[in-house]
Each structure stands twice: as structure tokens, then as C-alpha cells.
């Protein structure tokens, strides 16, 4: 097996994982990760952004729902890492991607544009985004 992944869910699956590392050969890398975001987290941070980009500029400029989610990712302390591009005029994100945060780093996320939303005045469209 050159490579395999498991979620935790059960006592089987977790009989599983110690079986394939007291099999694995030596030299073999093992990786814990959290989970991942879901599906519903994934809805919510888009509505809450097509929200936000529909009804604010940001220093005088529409953004889109990306440019929105970028923003946010720097300030959760995630993204914005920016190197020259390789034609020199302009530069390149070499960030980390939402689709890696983990479901509590994804909360934190949601939190952070529903907070700032609210700071704003944004009118918030999802039902769960209200509340």
C-alpha cells in the first residue's frame, strides 16, 4: 500500500489503523489530521460572503466573494502569503487554502465574517447566519 486513509468513526476503523501501522514497513510517515470542514460550514461561509460582497466596498472597491474570503483568511492568520510573480508585475498567493481548515478553524472563520458583518450592518440572508 503505497498510501491510504482512514477517518476515525468507529471502533473497527480504529482496529484497522493500529493493524496497517503495526504492518506498515519502517520509514513509513503517518499523519493525524483533524477533520475537515463539512458541507453545511461550506454553504454558510459563501452565503455569509455573496452577503457581504453584494452589500459593502471596501475602500472605495466592489470586491467579489473571493477577494471577501481572502481578506478573511488573512486576518484568521491563514493566507496572504505573497511572493513576486514570476513576470515581475504582480504577485502570486502562495497561501493556505480554506479547504484545509479543520472544522474548529472553520468555525473561527464563519465567526469572523459573521462578526464583521455585523459590525458593518450586513444583512445576513442564511436562516443560521442570524441567529
Known amino acids: 500500500m503505497s498510501r491510504a486513509q482512514l477517518t476515525l468513526s468507529d471502533k473497527d476503523v480504529r482496529a ?3 493493524h496497517w501501522i503495526e504492518k506498515a514497513p519502517q520509514g513509513t510517515r503517518v499523519i493525524f489530521k483533524e477533520a475537515k470542514r463539512t458541507q453545511a460550514q461550506n454553504d454558510r461561509m459563501w452565503a455569509a460572503l455573496t452577503d457581504i460582497a453584494s452589500q ?3 475602500h472605495g472597491v466592489k470586491l467579489s466573494t473571493e477577494d471577501w474570503k481572502l481578506l478573511f ?3 484568521l492568520n491563514q493566507e496572504m ?3 513576486p510573480n514570476i513576470n515581475g508585475n504582480g504577485f502570486v ?7 484545509s481548515l479543520s472544522k474548529a478553524e472553520f468555525s473561527n472563520l464563519i465567526d469572523l465574517i459573521h462578526e464583521f458583518g455585523a459590525r458593518h450592518s450586513v444583512v445576513f440572508h442564511d436562516p ?3 441567529s
Open 93 to 99: 498567493n502562495l497561501g493556505r487554502s480554506s479547504s
Open 81 to 83: 502569503r505573497l511572493v
Open 16 to 18: 484497522r489503523a493500529v
Open 73 to 75: 483568511m488573512d486576518a
Open 128 to 130: 443560521e447566519s442570524r
Open 56 to 58: 459593502l466596498m471596501w
